[in-house]
């Protein structure tokens, strides 16, 4: 599948980082290209909540914003 613009929304935003919540069926979001549809909305180190694979086995993973160059995003899993 691919990205679709109507399952990502702002939760909060404040000092020009955006909380995104991000929901989708697809199993993967971190494919080459898959968020370069919102490059000109989102920011570096802006945080996505992302509930992946919902049609088959749920999972909630948080990632963030590494960079955005030339309107190529690129994120990676948050890891503590």
Same mark, same amino acid.
């Given at each position: 599948m +691919?990205?679709? +613009?109507?399952? !990502? #929304?702002? !939760? +909060?935003? *404040?000092n #020009?980082?955006?909380?995104?919540?991000?929901?989708? $069926? @697809?199993? /993967?979001?971190?494919?080459t290209?898959?968020? &370069?549809? =919102?490059? /000109?909305?989102? &920011?570096? &180190? @802006?945080? %996505?909540? *992302? &509930? %992946?694979? =919902?049609? @088959?086995?749920?999972? =909630?993973?948080f990632? %963030?914003?590494? @960079? %955005?160059? $030339?309107?190529?995003?690129?994120? $990676? *899993?948050?890891?503590?």
């Amino acid at each position: 599948m +691919a990205y679709t +613009a109507a399952n !990502l #929304s702002v !939760l +909060a935003y *404040a000092n #020009s980082f955006t909380l995104w919540h991000y929901k989708t $069926a @697809d199993t /993967d979001v971190t494919t080459t290209g898959y968020f &370069n549809n =919102t490059a /000109d909305m989102m &920011n570096e &180190n @802006d945080l %996505i909540i *992302a &509930n %992946i694979d =919902t049609g @088959d086995t749920p999972e =909630t993973i948080f990632y %963030i914003v590494t @960079d %955005i160059t $030339a309107g190529v995003v690129t994120i $990676a *899993a948050f890891t503590a």
